[in-house]
T-cell receptor, first 112, second 113 residues
Framework: QKEVEQNSGPLSVPEGAIASLNCTYSDRGSQSFFWYRQYSGKSPELIMFIYSNGDKEDGRFTAQLNKASQYVSLLIRDSQPSDSATYLCAVTPPSNDYKLSFGAGTTVTVRA | AAGVIQSPRHLIKEKRETATLKCYPIPRHDTVYWYQQGPGQDPQFLISFYEKMQSDKGSIPDRFSAQQFSDYHSELNMSSLELGDSALYFC????????????FGPGTRLTVL
């Protein structure tokens, strides 16, 4: 079992809709949680990070963390065609603060 | 803002050859990480350095080695290359004082023929 699980998609949403991405992690002591966006053939781009339970909003993005359920999500509001990409959930294990463990990614397609 | 720089961007090698990948972190970042991403896969952590010392080691083959130099740049040395080493290799850097937010470089695409 991977440390970080994501629904692989693909997730197709119409332009202007909300895209909802989910991620669960296995290690209850995990401390830091990140969402990266990766376009095909490009490098992962950090778009959100969250450390505390609750919601964190940044522009059209909202990250939600529930440590009791070991669950982190990303909402993309007013989805645009430029949001079409693979979204990677990443977690820092409690054993160290260094490596990121990634989920397999969710591919999002925004239909114009 | 300055980003992570990696060189070369593309590299083609034959089996059993060696390769050296270079990474220049964001200025004032003290930690460097190397990740390998195969086709259709998520990035896999290889190794990291903090203040020029190895800080963590992941699924890095014994044929690979890495180091971080006094100017904080890092090099990943790969020997006895195999076809399965063909992948995107990303370097990321972070400021250890700021919550381990890792910023990735553009990557080096290694093709082993």
């Amino acid at each position: 079992q991977k440390e970080v699980e994501q629904n692989s998609g693909p997730l197709s949403v119409p332009e202007g809709a909300i895209a909802s991405l989910n991620c669960t992690y296995s290690d209850r002591g995990s401390q830091s949680f990140f969402w990266y966006r990766q376009y095909s053939g490009k490098s992962p781009e950090l778009i959100m990070f969250i450390y505390s339970n609750g919601d964190k909003e940044d522009g059209r993005f909202t990250a939600q963390l529930n440590k009791a359920s070991q669950y982190v999500s990303l909402l993309i509001r007013d989805s645009q065609p430029s949001d079409s990409a693979t979204y990677l959930c990443a977690v820092t294990p409690p054993s160290n603060d260094y490596k990121l463990s990634f989920g397999a990614g969710t591919t999002v397609t925004v239909r114009a | 803002a300055a980003g992570v720089i990696q060189s070369p961007r593309h590299l083609i090698k034959e089996k059993r050859e060696t390769a050296t990948l270079k990474c220049y972190p964001i200025p004032r970042h003290d930690t460097v990480y190397w990740y390998q991403q195969g086709p259709g896969q998520d990035p896999q952590f290889l190794i990291s350095f903090y203040e020029k010392m190895q800080s963590d080691k992941g699924s890095i083959p014994d044929r690979f080695s890495a180091q971080q130099f006094s100017d904080y740049h890092s090099e990943l040395n790969m020997s006895s290359l195999e076809l399965g080493d063909s992948a995107l290799y990303f370097c990321a850097s972070s400021d250890s004082g700021i919550n381990n937010e890792q910023f990735f470089g553009p990557g080096t695409r290694l093709t082993v023929l």
